[in-house]
Every structure is written in C-alpha cells, then in structure tokens.
C-alpha cells in the first residue's frame, strides 16, 4: 500500500535517513522503533509530506507522492502532545480533524458520534478538554485523526505523556480501535514494550538506517545485529574469538551457528541452571519481578543476564552455579 524507495534526508547537510526502504501492506499496523533521535519523526514528516526528502520516493499504491501536498494526501498523523484546543470541546476538537474534508456539514454530526462511540467517549461531545484525563485527552486527539477516515494513520509517540500503566492499557485499546476501523498505521515509539504489544511488523532503525524488520517475535527470537538484540534487551553479546570446525569459539564455549559471525548472542530465554553444564558461574543478582526473577551470573566469559520462574529452585547471590544455553545465535556488529 505504501512503499519508501531509498528516501534520504538531510539537515544542514547532516545526513538523518539513510537508504530507508520499507513496505506496509493495506490492513497492516507498522512499528517505527529505535531511540531517541535516530530519525523516526523524520521519516513521518517525510512521508506525510511535511518534509521534504533529500533523495528517493514514497509511493502510495505504487503512485509517487512527490508532487502531492501534505493536506491531499489523505494521512492522519497524531503526536504525543496531542495539540488539541483547550478552550473547545469535544466535539469541537473532532471536527476540526473534519474541517479540510468536504463532508457536508449535516453529515459532520454523524461522524463525530461515530468515531467518539469508536474510541469509548460516547457522551463526551460537550466536555471541555481541560476537565478530561490524560487518556481520554489522548482518545480525543486519536478520534480527531479518525474522523477524516484517513488512508494512513500515523501516530508519533502517542503514549509518551502517559504514565506507564496507562501506557500499557491504552496500547492495546489503541491497536483494537485501529483495527475495528481497517486502518493502515504506522506506530512510532522508543519503548520495546509498546511496539510488541501493537504491531503487526516492527521496523527496528539505527542512527537514520533502518536495522532490521520483522514480526515482533521474528525480531525477539532471531536478531541479525548486536543493536537489535541490545536495544530488545538481549544483551548476553559475546565476541567470537575463532571460527572452527566445530562453530564459533567465545569464551562462554564453542557454538553452532551459521556464517562467519563476529558476534553470538545467548539468548536469555535459552539459558538454564544445569549441575552439569558447560559454563560455571558465581550469581551477582537475583531480582523479584513477580511472576520470575531476573538473575545475573558472573561467568568467565562475562555476566550473563536471564530469568528464572519463581516456580524452580532461585539460588541467592554469592551461590555458585552451573548454567547451560540451548540457542546462540550469530551477529553481526
Ligand atoms: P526521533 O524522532 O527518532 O527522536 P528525529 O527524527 O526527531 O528523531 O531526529 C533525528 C535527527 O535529526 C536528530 O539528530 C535531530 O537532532 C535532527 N533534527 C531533527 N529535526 C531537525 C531540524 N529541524 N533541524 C536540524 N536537525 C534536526
Ligand atoms: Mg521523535
């Protein structure tokens, strides 16, 4: 549906996209991730049309949208402070998201009712902005950016104001609502968290590049990068010292993997307690999360960090253990 051909831009010279191709499918809810100031309100405006590209092409259903002006390319975009009026209601502040289309005016009441009823509000429309909670604020500013029934709607950190809980309630709703409407999304955020709960696909972007793209499991179980892996908080990363034989030999052990790479991955997931296994350690930390502990052992080949159930057997800190790791993947730097 919509598709980024090698779209570079620059400020000032200083390149902030670099070779951005990406291809969102119609339906589907894309996730920009990486953080702050890697270029992901960048590539937005770029795409919405509110900047424009130093080099490459976004096209809309293979159409390029290089002489279409932002307010006719039919996109909705919603950012973290919302901007919405204060001094006007609720219904006020959702017809303005009305005010370039030319829905006649007796249509325009309908309308509203229909995206408040869409995003919980039913009933708001008299409410001043200014007695609402944080998340209703943000379902405003959402119903204001449906209206319109926009082709794309593109949401820059729309969670960044809230706190963490609302954050993890409202993702959710966010990406029900998103889907009742059929619409195509594309979720910038910075918050691992946040991306995997709402997207379909993941676009993970580096310092203007984008790193890697996949499902958020596709990501989490199979990282091609050290930053991946890193910014997804898998961070048992060692250097390979040799390839041999028998796989890469790091000071953890020797492991299959495929290539030549520079670095491994253990995955946390993977790694175990076993008397007998490979990799002797002294535990450094032991953290009660809830439902698991988060444990670090110190090993010869560096901390390695993992989750215990609750449910086993948790050794304290200071304890010696021996641990086992059944998935090393290969990196590249
Ligand atoms: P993100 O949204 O991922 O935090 P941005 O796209 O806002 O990142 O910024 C990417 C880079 O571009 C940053 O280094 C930022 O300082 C720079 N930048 C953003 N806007 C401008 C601007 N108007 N003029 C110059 N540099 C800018
Ligand atoms: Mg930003």
């Not at 090698?6 to 119609?26: F, K, M, R, S």
């Not at 910038?188 to 991306?195: C, K």
């Not at 010869?300 to 010696?320: I, K, T, Y």
């Amino acid at each position: 549906m919509l598709s980024l051909h090698q779209v570079e831009h620059h400020y000032n010279g200083v390149p902030v996209l670099q070779a951005i191709d990406l291809a969102l499918a119609a339906g589907e809810i894309m996730c920009l991730l990486g953080p702050s100031g890697c270029g992901k309100t960048t590539l937005l405006r770029v795409i919405a049309g509110l900047e424009e590209g130093s080099g490459g092409d976004v096209r809309l259903e293979g159409q390029s949208l290089a002489a279409v002006p932002a307010h006719q390319r039919g996109f909705g975009l919603m950012f973290q402070d919302y901007a919405l009026f204060p001094h006007l209601t609720v219904a006020q502040n959702v017809a303005f998201g009305l005010r370039m289309q030319r829905l006649p005016a007796a249509q325009q009441p309908e309308r509203i009712q229909a995206v408040l009823r869409l995003v919980g509000l039913a009933g708001f429309d008299g409410r001043d902005i200014s007695t609402l909670s944080g998340g209703e604020k943000q379902r405003v500013a959402l119903a204001r950016s449906l209206a319109p029934q926009p082709r794309l709607l593109m949401l820059d950190e729309p969670l960044g104001a809230l706190d963490a809980l609302l954050r993890e309630r409202l993702v959710v709703e966010l990406r029900d609502i998103i889907r009742a409407a059929g619409l195509t999304a594309l979720y910038v955020t910075h918050d691992r968290q946040e991306a995997f709960a709402i997207a379909d696909r993941i676009a993970i972007m580096n310092d203007g590049r984008m790193e890697q793209l996949d499902t958020p499991e596709g990501l989490y179980m199979q990282p091609r990068t050290a930053f991946v892996a890193r910014f997804l908080g898998l961070n048992n990363v060692l250097p390979v010292q040799a390839l041999t034989p028998q796989g890469a030999r790091t000071a953890a052990g020797t492991f299959a993997v495929a290539g030549a790479p520079p670095l491994v991955l253990l995955h946390p997931d993977a790694i175990t307690l076993d008397e007998d296994g490979p990799l002797p350690g002294t535990v450094t930390e032991r953290t009660f999360q809830g439902d698991h502990y988060r444990m670090q052992v110190q090993t010869d080949a560096g901390a390695l960090r993992f989750r215990l159930s609750r449910a086993g057997v948790v050794p304290l800190v200071g304890q010696s253990v021996r641990l086992r790791c059944d998935r090393v993947i290969g990196l590249s730097g």
